[in-house]
T-cell receptor, first 117, second 110 residues
């Protein structure tokens, strides 16, 4: 598995339920990012992890959204009490380093398509 | 005003034509300018990035940056049906979040 993997690929949930989305970054990549892609809105930054530093959570749209990264590798994005407006594709990306000053090319996974009914 | 503007209108061209895409931006702090290609139901993949004003070529793809006008372009020469995808511009400041345009869906008709 050379690329970023995400699971599940599709998730349908009822309004009000909690969901967990998983991301496995490329091995050795220290930086991990979550984005949301909605129809007509483009990609929206959610959260960024770099090594053991405190994550940049400035893009999370509400306190119903949270994410963690365990052991500097796998990350889980949790959405509590889902709403219909949370329906989107959630994309994870990783880069070799997240240090400022370089392009830090981000490699994206295939995304999780979330539908809230 | 969004930091990055990309007219999301779809674009259909005949095979062999030149595809021209562009984005404008408002934040002069952006340092890196990227183009991503996204096929349907896939994640975006990085095509190329540039750091300074000027042109950068990679095969049939040319990226152009004009920092004075805050304007970037992507040109695809001799377009192929396999180029049919959504193209997203993205920009990065000193931190690592990318600011994306909304994307252009390109269809190359055989």
């Amino acid at each position: 598995g050379a690329g970023v993997s995400q699971s599940p690929s599709n998730k349908v949930t009822e309004k009000g339920k909690d969901v967990e989305l998983r991301c496995d970054p490329i091995s050795g990549h220290t930086a991990l990012y979550w984005y949301r892609q909605s129809l007509g809105q483009g990609l929206e930054f959610l959260i960024y992890f770099q090594g053991n530093s405190a994550p940049d959570k400035s893009g999370l749209p509400s306190d119903r959204f949270s994410a963690e990264r365990t052991g500097g590798s796998v990350s889980t994005l949790t959405i509590q009490r889902t709403q219909q407006e949370d329906s989107a594709v959630y994309l994870c990306a990783s880069s070799l380093t997240g240090l400022a000053g370089g392009p830090n090319e981000q490699y994206f996974g295939p995304g999780t398509r979330l539908t809230v009914t | 005003q969004k930091e990055v503007e990309q007219d999301p209108g779809p674009l259909s061209v005949p095979e062999g034509a030149i595809v021209s895409l562009n984005c404008t931006y408002s934040n002069s702090a952006f340092q890196y300018f990227m183009w991503y290609r996204q096929y349907s139901r896939k994640g975006p993949e990085l095509l190329m990035y540039t750091y300074s004003s000027g042109n950068k070529e990679d095969g049939r793809f040319t990226a152009q940056v004009d920092k004075s006008s805050k304007y970037i372009s992507l040109f695809i020469r001799d377009s192929q049906p396999s180029d049919s995808a959504t193209y997203l511009c993205a920009m990065k400041k000193g931190n690592n979040r990318l600011a994306f345009g909304k994307g252009n869906q390109v269809v190359v008709i055989p």
